[in-house]
């Protein structure tokens, strides 16, 4: 079954719990393998928004990538999510990173996601749990486009997350 990586991102509201909250709603249709630790993080490209919360989700996946996208956006909605301004503050993100080793380029849907190798929001936490994982596009691991990012923007682990998703218990960190 394709394995996916999706950034799971907020700066508005209880940022851990809308995190949780999306990693509970994907895990209803796809099986979560690992999810990173929390990382508090500077915001991106529009700098004037609170500070987001992010983590990295692997999963197991039989929906194909634009299925996939499709429940993401879903998800986004459950949650509460209303798309007002580009880069603006949000109360959940959801972005495919990787599937599989795929590169797909559409209006709709760019896999890898575009920017990923630039955002250490993405990096730290996607090489927390997959650091050998190779760019399917650039064709370097994780772990090395982490250690030559020259962006300077603060990351901070602040909490771990754990869920086993077929028992449906999930536990909530501390911060």
């Known amino acids: 079954m394709p394995i996916a990586f999706i950034g799971i991102g907020s700066n508005l509201g209880n ?31 529009k700098e004037d928004q609170p500070d987001f ?19 993401l956006q879903s998800v986004e909605n459950t949650i509460g999510r209303e798309h007002m301004e580009k880069w603006g503050p949000r109360i959940i993100d959801l972005d495919i990173i990787f599937y599989d080793e795929l590169v797909i380029e559409t209006d709709e849907l760019i896999i890898p996601h575009p920017r990923a190798h630039l955002r250490r929001f993405v990096l730290e936490p996607l090489s927390e749990i997959a650091p050998d994982i190779i760019h399917p596009v650039l064709k370097i691991s994780v772990s090395k486009l982490l250690d030559e990012l020259k962006c300077t923007k603060r990351v901070v682990k602040v909490g771990g997350f754990s869920i086993a998703c077929s028992q449906k218990s999930t536990t909530y960190p501390q911060t």
């Open 15 to 45: 940022r851990i719990e809308n995190c949780v909250k999306g990693v509970e709603e994907i895990s209803t249709f796809s099986k979560i393998i690992v999810v990173s630790s929390f990382y508090e993080t500077e915001p991106v490209d």
């Open 53 to 71: 919360i992010n983590c990295v989700a692997k999963l197991e996946t039989s929906l194909s990538p634009f299925d996939l996208l499709t429940f």
